[in-house]
Each structure stands twice: as C-alpha cells, then as structure tokens.
C-alpha cells in the first residue's frame, strides 16, 4: 500500500530503529516511546487489522511474540512487566490501519502507561452473559 506509512518503514523508504526481522515481520521501536523499549511489530504483509488476518498470518505474527517479549524484557533488569496491545478500529484507538501490536515494557505502576478498565459488571446478569456468550459461539465457525 503505496501511503501506509508501516509499509514505507518496511520498505525502507522511511527510517526506523529496527530490533528483530524476518521475511514476515518487521519489529521496531515505536516512535512515541510510551516507556523505554516500547516496540512495535508488525507483519510485513499489508493487512488494516486482525480482522483481516488468516490462520496462517495469525500463527507468523502472534509466533513471535514470545521471543520479542522476552528480548525487550532481557534488555533492561528494571522491566518489570509488559503490556502487549493490539488496537483494532479507529474506535478502538488504532492510528495506523496497518496491522501493528505494540510491546510496552513496565518499570513500575508510575511510568507514565496506564489502561484502565472500567467495572461494568452491574449491567451483565447471568443471563446477559449467556446471551453474549451464545452470539460469539455462533459466529465462531463462520
């Protein structure tokens, strides 16, 4: 895709601090730095979200992150902790419609990251959950 700016970092054509590459992705540092170490990886095929990946694309990717992880955790004795995020939809606060997962290391609960989920737990009863549950395990072999 000629204006993804994740396909020019992959191309070359635009600079990037690169940690780890292969012939299907392409892992490096994000731009922002939410906390040191903050990387990204991203598969070098063009796809806008997981919604758009295969088995296939899935099992390259997310194989990778166990060792990525590792890496970025094995490079700084203060890491204690990692968030791995994969933003999918506008929505969802994703900007770049490039596949991406973000591996942002933890040095402490003052870092300056946080995700914060709210407790909605008084609006889904029993049967509520069920109900979800049963539209998911319906569309699960689509």
Same mark, same amino acid.
């Given at each position: 895709?000629?204006?993804?700016?994740?396909?020019?970092?992959?191309?070359?054509?635009? *600079?990037?601090?690169?940690?780890?590459?292969?012939?299907?992705?392409? /892992?490096?540092?994000?731009?922002?730095?939410?906390?040191k170490? !903050?990387?990204?990886?991203? *598969?070098?095929?063009?796809?806008?979200?997981?919604?758009? @990946?295969? =088995?296939?694309?899935?099992?390259?990717?997310?194989? %990778?992150? *166990?060792?990525?992880? %590792?890496?970025?955790?094995? #490079?700084?004795?203060?890491?204690?902790?990692?968030?791995?995020?994969?933003?999918?939809? /506008?929505?969802? @606060?994703? #900007?770049?419609?490039?596949?991406?997962? !973000?591996?942002?290391?933890?040095?402490?609960?003052?870092?300056?990251? #946080?995700?914060?989920?709210?407790?909605?737990?008084?609006?889904?009863?029993?049967a =509520?959950?069920?109900?979800?549950?049963?539209?998911? %395990?319906?569309?699960?072999?689509?």
């Amino acid at each position: 895709m000629t204006d993804c700016i994740f396909c020019k970092i992959i191309a070359g054509e635009i *600079p990037s601090v690169k940690v780890y590459e292969d012939a299907d992705v392409l /892992a490096f540092l994000d731009i922002s730095q939410a906390t040191k170490g !903050h990387t990204l990886l991203v *598969p070098k095929k063009h796809v806008p979200d997981v919604f758009a @990946y295969d =088995a296939t694309l899935a099992a390259t990717v997310f194989s %990778r992150l *166990p060792k990525l992880a %590792r890496a970025i955790q094995a #490079s700084d004795p203060q890491i204690t902790g990692m968030n791995i995020l994969n933003n999918n939809g /506008a929505v969802a @606060y994703q #900007s770049v419609f490039h596949s991406h997962i !973000h591996l942002i290391p933890r040095y402490s609960d003052q870092d300056d990251f #946080s995700i914060h989920f709210g407790d909605h737990s008084d609006r889904f009863d029993t049967a =509520a959950l069920n109900a979800v549950a049963d539209a998911i %395990r319906a569309k699960v072999g689509d």
